[in-house]
T-cell receptor
Framework: NAGVMQNPRHLVRRRGQEARLRCSPM?????VYWYRQLPEEGLKFMVY????????ESGMPKERFSAEFPKEGPSILRIQQVVRGDSAAYFC?????????????FGDGTRLSIL | EDQVTQSPEALRLQEGESSSLNCSYT??????LFWYRQDPGKGPEFLFT???AGEEKEKERLKATLTKKESFLHITAPKPEDSATYLC??????????FGKGTLLTVNP
């Protein structure tokens, strides 16, 4: 499967725990984007990364959220001390270019539930 | 700030009954308008990119069109397997896509 791979597909955490979401981009893609989809809301941009660099994190909450895309391995979205409001579907997308006029291809998401 | 509004929120059709979905947008410097299809529990699946007013793209029963203010997704003689949420997004002057909330299409046999 050469598509965008996200894991886990479902993640349950208790309030105060940490959540780690992983994303492997499509083969040949070096640009990764994270989006969050809340119930009844559209997809909202969170962060854009290239290998070892955060390019734009303007959509990410200032506290508790961080993202990385190391030289080797998947991109990680990390949420510390989770709260109920963090419950959402988190989608990763990748592209082969920085040109926003080219389509981004999405994974099937991680559904995060906070107890 | 880029904005995308989709209408209607939900649309129910009978099999074979053609219709259109609307996507109105405001964006500073359109780099691309995108249509995606999303099935329950899945991620958005890319359908089309439109770049300039007057452009049209077709794929099976779907045709997307673009003006300076809106895009339409026309569905001709839909089948039950066309049931999904259709998402519209714009790419503007920065790196992110701005999405609408989507139109939930249900096609009854």
């Amino acid at each position: 499967n050469a598509g965008v791979m996200q894991n886990p597909r479902h993640l349950v955490r208790r309030r105060g725990q940490e959540a780690r979401l992983r994303c492997s981009p499509m083969k040949g893609h070096s640009h990764v984007y994270w989006y969050r989809q809340l119930p009844e809301e559209g997809l909202k941009f969170m962060v854009y990364l290239q290998k070892e660099n955060i390019i734009d994190e303007s959509g990410m909450p200032k506290e508790r959220f961080s993202a990385e895309f190391p030289k080797e391995g998947p991109s990680i979205l990390r949420i510390q001390q989770v709260v109920r409001g963090d419950s959402a579907a988190y989608f990763c997308a990748s592209s082969s270019t920085t040109d926003v006029g080219q389509p981004q291809h999405f994974g099937d998401g991680t559904r995060l539930s906070i107890l | 700030e880029d904005q995308v509004t989709q209408s209607p929120e939900a649309l129910r059709l009978q099999e074979g009954e053609s219709s259109s979905l609307n996507c109105s947008y405001t964006v500073s410097g359109l780099r691309g308008l995108f249509w995606y299809r999303q099935d329950p529990g899945k991620g958005p699946e890319f359908l089309f990119t439109l770049y300039s007013a007057g452009e049209e793209k077709e794929k099976e029963r779907l045709k997307a069109t673009l003006t300076k203010k809106e895009s339409f997704l026309h569905i001709t003689a839909p089948k039950p397997e066309d049931s999904a949420t259709y998402l519209c997004a714009v790419g503007g002057s920065n790196y992110k896509l701005t999405f609408g909330k989507g139109t939930l299409l249900t096609v009854n046999p």
